[in-house]
């Protein structure tokens, strides 16, 4: 059966979203190693978060410093406990998120420029390693994967046998993640591991992962998470947190932890203190990243799209919709899979597969007799009013981050924020 993600049709009574379940906390497993404590994969909790530090520890603690030459062996260490390090590499024109081995795979001196329907990378002499804003693909195919074989069984002997088709979960490091992109995987862990029926694949990925989040020190015109309060601050959500500075002081990174097993790792590093003036950039950074082009009026809006099912700007925007789901395989919260059968020839061998599906298909809402959303304005409706109303009522927080990647990846160049606005103003997009 395929996961689908429903939107009402007309305004529902509100309804309190259902309750998030958390299991016990494990603490997470360190092993003594040197001068601190070392992470080991698969160490978190059941609800692929590891132990938080408390409040009142990381307010006394100060964030440390390290050099590029110390950044290359936190990489190096992590590789050595048995992680997968997975971050930004510069990959046909675009920053994706790959295996990196050493800080020469990393994108120094690139950055991007990001606008409605166009992504290009730019070079500058900087040695930044996350000059970039966003990458072109988010985590998600990392812990939600666009596909994956959920069984596969075999005839033998008259007797059909399932086979040994356990999905073994690599123990990976998520590095450079943004506020936005942290959001995400919050939202994510709240679909597919805060209700009674837990996704396994995702739990096993997720309860695996150590993330490693970096600031944002500057915005792409895509952006508008300010909007939805996601960022560009990272406040929680990540074991380590790295603030990239570049300047006449030279190259650094101002570091703190944000889990035990973050502190253990950082421990382990000989890192000094972070001077005021360091700090005091990295926060004035982060401002600078606020300042950001596109804005989302969410007042009243879960209740607005609601009352709107019919409004006349649907058709507007379906006349330039080309249905080809590349919003939603950008986007890093949707989570919707559908599952495919096959045999070989023989008849003697069978596999089940989920895939990533989207509301953007027209076999997406078929039931016994059609599809439900047959025009390209019930489709682009169905998925903006669930991303942005529905989720709400469902999850108890917008679908939303505001990366932006359903911009700047929609051949049509259509912009959510401008379609809002459109329709709250009765009118037509401005740039239309």
Not at 8 to 20: I, L, Y
Not at 113 to 124: D, G, H, M
Not at 154 to 168: G, M, V, Y
């Amino acid at each position: 059966m395929a996961t689908r993600a429903q939107t009402p049709r007309a305004p529902r009574k509100k309804r309190e979203p259902s309750p998030t379940r958390t299991s016990p906390r494990v603490n997470a497993e360190l092993t003594s190693k040197g001068n601190g404590s070392q992470p080991k994969p698969n160490s978190g909790n059941a609800s692929g978060k590891a132990a938080p530090v408390s409040k009142s520890v990381r307010t006394n603690q100060r964030p440390a410093l390290i050099t590029p030459e110390q950044f290359e062996k936190l990489i190096a260490t992590l590789i050595t406990d048995g992680f997968d390090v997975i971050g930004p590499c510069v990959r046909d024109g675009a920053i994706t998120y790959e295996p990196v081995k050493s800080v020469r795979d990393l994108p120094a001196g690139w950055g991007d420029e990001q606008e409605p329907a166009r992504y290009r990378l730019k070079k500058s002499d900087s040695p930044a390693f996350f000059a970039y804003s966003l990458g072109a693909q988010s985590w998600k195919p990392y812990l939600h994967p666009a596909e994956v074989r959920l069984f596969a069984g075999e005839k033998q002997d008259s007797a059909f046998h399932i086979l040994n088709n356990e999905d073994t979960a690599r123990s990976r490091v998520f590095l450079g993640v943004r506020a936005c992109e942290l959001a995400a995987i919050q939202s994510q862990d709240r679909v597919l591991l805060g209700d009674k029926y837990r996704d396994p694949i995702y739990a096993a990925r997720r309860e695996s992962a150590f993330i490693i989040a970096v600031q944002c020190s500057h915005a792409a015109a895509t952006c508008f998470c300010s909007s939805l309060g996601t960022g560009p601050k990272v406040s929680d959500g990540f074991d380590l947190l790295l603030s990239e500075l570049v300047d006449k002081d030279g190259h650094r990174f101002v570091i703190e932890a944000g889990t035990d097993r973050g502190m253990g790792l950082l421990a382990r590093l000989d890192a000094k203190p972070s001077p005021e003036a360091d700090l005091a950039a990295v926060e004035s950074a982060v401002a600078s990243a606020r300042q950001q082009q596109r804005k989302l009026d969410t007042t009243g809006l879960k209740e607005f799209l609601y009352e709107n099912f019919d409004h006349p700007h649907w058709d507007k925007v379906a006349a330039r919709c080309l249905s080809c789901a590349n919003c939603t395989m950008a986007c890093p919260t949707c989570f919707c899979t559908t599952v495919d059968d096959a045999t070989d020839v023989t008849g003697t061998h069978a596999e089940r597969w989920r895939r990533w599906d989207s509301c953007f298909t027209q076999s997406f809402s078929y039931i016994h007799g059609g599809s439900v959303r047959t025009s390209a304005k019930a489709r682009y409706r169905q998925w903006m009013t669930h991303k942005l109303a529905a989720w709400i009522d469902q999850f108890g927080s917008s679908g939303c981050v505001g990366c932006g990647r359903c911009i700047t990846w929609c051949p049509a160049a259509i912009d959510l924020t401008e379609e809002v606005r459109a329709m709250r103003e009765g009118g037509v997009r401005a740039d239309a």
